[in-house]
Structure formats: C-alpha cells, structure tokens
C-alpha cells in the first residue's frame, strides 16, 4: 500500500508541474501567442486599438495578472475547456481534438500494442533459438527494415501500392463520397485507408521490439536459476516462458507504457504522408499556423497520457517484480 501512495503522490505532483509549465511556456516566449494571432486575423494592413481589443475578445485572449490568468487557466483544465483555434476558427479546441484522436487511437494505438506482442513474441522465440535460422533472418530482417524513417518507409508505399500499383487510397482516413458514421461502409472504408499506414507503422517499430527482448531473453537465460531449472529436466517452453520470459519482458513493459502515452501524439510524420485525419496532422497544422491554444492543449494531453502510462506501468511493474516495491 506504501508503494501505490508514494508512486500517486508522485503522479500527482508532476502532473501539477506539467499543467503549471504548459500554462508557463508561451507567456516566457518572446512576443505573445496574443500578437501572433493578431498579425495573423489582421493582414498586413494597420488596424486601430478598437479592432485589436475586438479580436483579443473574439479569441479569448487572457487578461488579468498572472496569478488571476493561472488560476483562470487551471479551472479550464479542469473543464476541458483550452479555448479557440486560431487555424480553424471559430471551432473549439476542444472539439477538434475529439474528432482527431479516435483516428489516433485506432490506428496508432492498435499497431503498437500489435507491434509490441508481435516483438515480444518473437523476440523470446529468436532468443530461444538463438544462433539459429530463424534467429539470424528473424533478426537481421526486422532490424533492417526498422533502420528506414517512419517517412520514407511511408512514401516509398505511397508510391509502389497507392501510386503506381493503384490498390490502395492515397490520401485521407475515408472515402469523400462517404459521411462519417457507425455504418458497416464507413467502417470498411476507414480500415482501407488505414492499411499503408499500419504497415508503415508496423514496420518501422516491429525491430525494435524484437531486438530489444531478444537482448534481454539472451541475458535472463544465462541466469542461474534458469540452469538450474534446466538441470530438473523443467520442459524448455516452461522455461522460456514461465521463468525467463517473465524477467526479461519488464525493461520493455516500460517502454511499451511509454509508447502507450505517446499514442495520442499520433504518428506525426505518416499522418502528414498519408494525409490522414488524426492528432499528428492536427499538431502539424497548429505549429505551422503558430496556433498557441491547439498547441498548448494537444501538449498537455501528451504529458498527462504519457504520466498516466508511467503510473500504471510502476504498479504492473510492482507486482512483475516484488523487489521493486521496496
């Protein structure tokens, strides 16, 4: 019990720093996001006081102290309330970023929870063959193909099967003759959009799950108690995956917990390629549009997700491995 109260106390405080910094950051930067927007709404053309205090008053551009300002600014948190884009006004923040990250979430989310059990899996079956066939092309191939950019790996698949080939849609997360609903054709055309860009995700990460548990597989089997257990005639898939498998898994537990709480940046890069409609375009959009409120809010959301991911991943960890509690 110790152990959940110091790891939530310690959630909590960094979370307070994250909220605290995010609020922080634009206002310690020169200039203001406020004189970004209002170059940005009022052309190249001067314009008077009066048409500057309207346009602040129409983006809800924060007034008051900065005491009063923080305050104001931890309440919207609370709200889910992060004000309105400046690239796609007059919409919500808020709204926006509900509409992208489902997208996110299938598709970034499922390829790396796919890409994690896949690697994991084959990384013990390569580590327990090791030296082997399967072990050396299981090893040699995925890294390879890891060694690519995330972008060019897109590309390159854009072009063979979306350009040249013509099997697959190049652009877009569904068909433009389709509304977006819960109906079956929706669903279809959604999934087919998403192909390239699951394979180019898989491919690019599936090495490095793979090399990674192999590496810790090859030093848990050199332990002693995985000896001894093969010295009692202990079946080997008992040992691989009972005993050895167990231990090794932990160091990528916690990398799979972080790339849980990156999930919902999206895959900046093939989103953009693909031109598909989820957070990794949205943040691309707001940094290019220098779009302060979209950019502060898709921030936050990172941070909290990947704190999240780190507190769940220290009580897996915990009951994984009882030493770890003390």
Do not use: C
Request: aromatic residues 12%.
């Amino acid at each position: 019990m110790r152990f959940i109260v110091r790891r939530l106390v310690l959630f909590v405080l960094t979370l307070w720093a994250a909220v605290t910094l995010n609020f922080l950051l634009p206002r310690l930067m020169p200039g203001s996001p406020a004189e970004a927007a209002l170059a940005k709404f009022a052309g190249p053309g001067a314009i008077s006081p009066s048409e500057v205090t309207a346009i602040q008053i129409m983006l809800g551009v924060p007034k008051g102290s900065l005491w009063s300002q923080y305050l104001a600014y931890f309440g919207n948190v609370l709200h889910g309330q992060f004000g309105i884009s400046y690239t796609f006004f007059p919409a919500k923040v808020s709204t926006l970023i509900l509409q992208a990250m489902p997208w996110t979430l299938a598709l970034v989310g499922t390829m790396t929870i796919i890409a994690f059990s896949l690697g994991t899996i084959l990384g013990i079956l390569a580590a327990w063959h090791r030296g082997q066939t399967a072990d050396t092309a299981s090893t040699v191939g995925f890294t390879f193909l890891s060694a690519f950019p995330y972008f060019w790996t897109a590309l390159l698949l854009l072009f063979v099967f979306g350009f040249v080939l013509g099997w697959f849609p190049i652009h877009g997360g569904y068909s433009s003759t389709i509304t977006p609903n819960l109906s079956l054709g929706f669903v279809l055309s959604a999934t087919f959009h998403s192909v390239l860009p699951a394979i180019t995700i898989l491919i690019s990460s599936l090495g490095g799950w793979l090399l990674g548990m192999r590496n810790n597989m090859i030093n848990t089997l050199a332990e002693d108690y995985i000896v001894f257990a093969e010295a009692n005639g202990i079946r080997g898939r008992t040992i691989a995956l009972r005993y050895a498998a167990r231990n090794a898994i932990l160091p990528n537990l916690t990398a799979f917990g972080m790339a849980l709480g990156l999930v919902v940046s999206g895959s900046i890069l093939v989103e953009v390629v693909f031109g598909y409609p989820g957070v990794g375009s949205l943040l691309y959009n707001a940094v290019t549009n220098q779009d302060y409120p979209l950019m502060q809010a898709l921030f936050l959301i990172i941070t909290v997700s990947v704190l999240v991911a780190n507190f769940t991943v220290d009580l897996l960890y915990g009951i994984l491995d009882p030493r770890s509690r003390a």
